[in-house]
């Protein structure tokens, strides 16, 4: 069976600090690979997804990236955070037909 | 209009009672229809998924599609407490890499 990890659960950053949250998923192979975000009220804002290794689409222009070193591993960052950055941050995969996603646990980022 | 409308709620029944939760959406190439379930602090799961109009049923809950309308619908049967949680739907059009397109989610409180 699949699953989906992400790290860390929590994080308290000060603005204008950097970020790095991992999302790895096991049990597939060239899975898409999706990162949200979700605010109170607003619902789940996808941020960037990704078909391949290296291959990244952004939906939000922002101060965030994405990476993808690895077929099963994807990476949310940023250079300096910005207090709008703080919310529940998700990361999704799903099979290459895409219809279906599967949603990891979450990182909650609070920027002070 | 947005592509996906959802209930805003939230919404407070008693344990026992049926639960009718409700999307409509404008953007007739959609064809995958999901529920998905989101208990706090955590990350969404994915409850149903149907493919077109009809009914899906699994356990107490069913799913219900009517494209015709734009129209799709979760009920609840004898809602217990456990079911308090914030119900997402979300819909994608056919074709690989095709992305969900979410409504904002509406809060159950299932009151013993």
């Known amino acids: 069976s699949q699953t989906i990890h992400q790290w860390p659960a929590t994080l308290v950053q000060p603005v204008g600090s950097p970020l790095s949250l991992e999302c790895t998923v096991e049990?597939?192979?060239?899975?898409?690979l999706y990162w949200y975000r979700q605010a109170a009220g607003r619902g789940l804002q996808l941020l960037f997804y990704?078909?391949?290794?290296?291959?990244i689409s952004s939906e939000v222009p922002q101060n965030l990236s994405a990476s993808r070193p690895q077929d099963r591993q994807f990476i949310l960052s940023s250079k300096k955070l910005l207090l709008s950055d703080s919310g529940f941050y998700l990361c999704a995969w799903s099979h290459e037909t895409g219809d279906t996603q599967y949603f990891g646990p979450g990182t909650r980022l609070t920027v002070l | 209009q947005k592509e996906v409308e959802q209930d805003p709620g939230p919404l407070s029944v008693p344990e026992g009672a049926i639960v009718s939760l409700n999307c409509t959406y404008s953007?007739?190439?959609?064809?995958?229809f999901m529920w998905y379930r989101q208990y706090s602090r955590k990350g969404p799961e994915l409850l149903m998924y149907?493919?077109?109009?009809g009914n899906k049923e699994d356990g107490r809950f069913t799913a219900q599609v009517d494209k015709s309308s734009k129209y799709i619908s979760l009920f609840i049967r004898d809602s217990q407490p456990s079911d308090s949680a914030t119900y997402l739907c979300?819909?994608?059009?056919?074709?690989?890499?095709?992305?969900?397109?979410f409504g904002k989610g509406i809060t159950l409180s299932v009151r013993p």
């Open positions: 953007n007739s190439a959609f064809q995958y």
């Open positions: 049990g597939t192979s060239n899975p898409n």
């Open positions: 990704s078909v391949g290794i290296g291959q």
């Open positions: 979300a819909m994608s059009k056919a074709g690989a890499n095709s992305k969900l397109t």
């Open positions: 149907t493919y077109s109009s």
